[in-house]
């Protein structure tokens, strides 16, 4: 069985010039670098499935979050990334596998191994790594399909907890 591709919040409020100052990501280099990927892994065969985070558009949730608020612009899957399937699932949280249409898709297609590109590698990339892991599924965060704002002492944290997980990294080319 081949992998699937998950996409995870490659979205505006994190990569377009209005975003917040805290979203400091590299848009065009980690934007070509999804782009590679989800034509990779389309040309063999491979679902390419897109995640984004979503957050209720309620007057406590603007203040507190100001990003990824249902029905915004902000909240759109990012102009620049390529769309090549109809897949595409909201989550409310880190783990992706918590939207329950997605994991019945993930299931009933019988993917045994999930690999996971996007933002951030210490949030939902992480979150849902774990979760593929606790859910019996082999998960493979992409290094170069995948960046984080956090610092570095956060990181290899985050990674020692993947790795102890059972969550492997690798270098797609």
């Known amino acids: ?17 209005k975003r917040k100052p805290k979203f400091s990501y590299d848009t065009p280099a980690l934007v070509a670098s999804v782009n590679k990927l989800i034509h990779k892994y389309h040309d063999d065969g491979c679902d390419v ?69 996007g933002l951030d590698e210490c949030g939902c990339v992480a979150s849902t790594a774990l979760g593929a892991s606790k859910r019996g599924f082999c998960a493979k965060i992409i290094r170069n399909g995948t960046t984080s704002v956090f610092p570095d002492k956060k990181i290899e944290k985050v990674r020692k907890k993947l790795e102890k997980a059972g969550v492997t990294f690798i270098d797609v080319l």
């Not at 406590?60 to 699932?89: H, K, M, P, Q, W």
């Open 49 to 117: 499935i897109y995640i984004r985070h979503i957050i209720q558009n309620l007057p406590t949730n603007r203040l507190l979050f100001g990003f990824s608020i249902a029905s915004t612009e902000g909240a759109e899957l990012y102009s620049g990334l390529d769309i090549v399937s109809d897949f595409c699932f909201d989550k409310l949280f880190g783990d992706a596998l918590t939207n329950k249409e997605l994991l019945a898709m993930v299931q009933k297609k019988g993917y045994d191994t999930l690999h996971i590109c």
């Open 1 to 17: 069985m081949k992998p699937a591709l998950l996409v995870i919040d490659m979205q505006n409020d994190y990569l377009y010039e």
